[in-house]
């Protein structure tokens, strides 16, 4: 059975070796079992069940979404000898007629259908009437609310197993993690289906989260030591701080173009060509940059502000590297980073149960930034595949964190906030901690409670980073309207003394010289 699938893969597609996990699917798939693949873009998911289809008797039915890379898909079939045709509501009339009269004699191999078309009572009919090897459910995420492109036909998909009970499913994604995993496989009824992840992992990309101290020359030195002739992507979250990032980098003597869905077509258009043809463009965008852009020598991809996931952080820093040299993601990230996400989101229209899926998102995205432990291991863990070592290769592993025992500052620092009634912003708690006589706190007689003046053991930027810590591991909430924080459920513990926090120590990062930046 694996020699016809070699046969398959050297004569038909003209590959000499299976990439894996393609050839142990193809051998689950081809013996009859239910297969679950994750594999990024690019990874040879088609194969998987292409090959399975040539090789099982009667068609090989595909369902995707996208009708537009349907056709690709089957002119490319075709091309290489195999009897593929696909039925959506984009054919002419009688084609979709012709397709099934095909393979009710047996003359094709492979038929894609998009989900609408499939749902159809006749269209089921007709498949029930014929012989069918497997079902692909490509972009299975579409079938989960927890996913980013949920679409609800696909939830009628888990008819399949009750229609075609002896017919063998296999649902392929890129984009899925543990939770989206696991929506897919009860939804579409994968449960004892062969789940197979693999080649998330680009080894080649360092991964670095700094702290924010001031993130322009932050970013500034990082492109002078390390990336000077190189091609990169800084990305900002709001088209005005794009702007004003290009035209600093620009005065700085980095060759920096703007990228945003503000721009005139034609700009947007002038600037990722010069990203393209010409050597060491850094493009800062927004995340509207890099659909479809295929650049493979991109050396470094920097995240000024926070990604809302970590599907986002993945997919954005992905786009450096691609030619598998090494290459560098950098962000830097702050308090304000956390808060103003927090803000964003409680503040959103969205329903809740839609704003408890992005929270959790976020908190995922933070306890990456947060950890102290390998970030690769953190990363792969979360889409479910996991790497047995430490990496080597981000900046946990070259470079371990220390942490300090932050009990009693984190005492302080909750006391403080319920102290003052649980409406300010950070600022202002810290001056109360640091005992410092600012207008507000006299106004608000803030020296007269109990917690004024009990944190002058820390600095400014010490009492930061403890506040950015409770915030990012959930022990305070932002309050949306101007980001006060409040105390939730989650910090009672450690404000009764149950419970001991350990904090990140953060390295101290040096102000640049104000020369460095006028050269
Ligand atoms: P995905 O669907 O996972 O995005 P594709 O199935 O489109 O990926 O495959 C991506 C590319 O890799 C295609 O150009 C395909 O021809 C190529 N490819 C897939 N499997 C192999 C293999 N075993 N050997 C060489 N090239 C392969
Ligand atoms: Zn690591």
């Not at 393609?22 to 998911?45: I, W």
């Not at 094709?108 to 259908?113: A, C, S, T």
């Not at 702007?243 to 721009?263: C, F, N, R, V």
């Not at 258009?269 to 010069?274: G, L």
Request: aromatic share 8%.
């Amino acid at each position: 059975m694996m020699q016809e699938a070699y046969n398959i893969l050297e004569k038909v597609f003209g590959y000499t070796q299976f990439r894996s996990p393609q050839d142990e699917v193809v051998n689950s798939l081809v013996a009859g079992q239910d297969v679950f693949v994750l594999m990024p873009t690019g990874g040879g998911k088609s194969l998987c069940y292409q090959i399975p289809a040539l090789i099982r008797p009667g068609v090989g039915v595909v369902i995707s979404p996208l009708i537009a890379l349907m056709q690709d898909q089957v002119s490319a079939l075709c091309e290489v000898g195999v009897r593929a045709a696909c039925m959506n509501s984009s054919m002419p009339p009688g084609h979709n007629a012709e397709v099934e009269n095909l393979v009710r004699k047996g003359e094709l191999d492979l038929v894609y259908i998009a989900p609408e078309r499939l749902m159809l009572p006749s269209t089921l009919e007709w498949l029930s009437s014929v012989s069918v090897s497997l079902f692909a459910i490509d972009e299975a995420h579409c079938v989960a609310q927890w996913g980013h492109d949920f679409r609800s036909e696909y939830l009628q998909l888990s008819i399949l197993q009750e229609r075609f009970p002896a017919v063998p499913r296999i649902a392929l994604t890129a984009t899925a993690d543990a939770k989206t995993q696991e929506e897919i496989v009860a939804r579409l009824g994968l449960q004892q289906a062969a789940v197979y992840i693999s080649g998330f992992d680009r080894p080649n990309i360092q991964y670095r989260i700094t702290q924010k101290v001031k993130a322009r020359q932050q970013l500034l030195s990082f492109i002078q030591q390390e990336h000077l002739t190189d091609a990169g992507v800084v990305y900002c979250m709001s088209r005005n701080k794009v702007d004003s990032t290009a035209k600093w980098l620009s005065e700085q003597g980095i060759k920096a173009l703007p990228y945003h869905a503000g721009l005139s077509k034609e700009e947007r258009q002038q600037n990722q060509e010069r990203f393209l043809r010409e050597e060491s463009v850094v493009i800062v965008a927004t995340i509207a940059f890099g659909m479809g852009i295929d650049k493979p020598d991109v050396r470094f991809v920097a995240h000024l502000d926070l990604p809302k996931s970590i599907e986002a952080y993945y997919q954005e820093t992905g786009r450096a590297g691609r030619d598998g040299l090494p290459s560098t993601a950098w962000m830097a990230y702050g308090l304000e980073d956390v808060i103003k996400l927090k803000q964003m989101m409680a503040g959103s229209e969205a329903n809740e149960q839609f704003k408890r899926i992005e929270q959790r998102k976020l908190d995922s995205m933070l306890g990456l930034a947060e950890i102290t432990s390998c970030r690769r291991q953190t990363l792969m863990n979360y889409f479910g595949e996991a790497l047995k070592e430490p990496c080597g290769n981000c900046d946990n592993c070259l470079t371990p964190v220390k942490t300090w025992n932050g009990t009693d500052a984190a005492r302080k620092a909750l006391s403080c906030v319920y102290r003052t009634g649980q409406r300010f912003g950070v600022v202002h708690l810290i001056n109360v901690l640091r005992g410092k006589m600012t207008d507000k706190v006299s106004q608000f007689n803030h020296h007269q409670v109990t917690t004024f003046g009990i944190g002058e053991d820390l600095s400014d930027t010490q009492w930061r980073s403890v506040y950015r810590q409770l915030v990012a591991r959930g022990y305070l909430s932002v309050n949306f309207d101007h980001g006060q924080l409040f105390l939730n459920d989650k910090c009672r513990a450690v404000l009764r003394g149950e419970e001991e926090v350990e904090f990140r120590l953060d390295p101290v990062v040096k102000k640049q010289s104000s020369r460095s930046s006028r050269e």
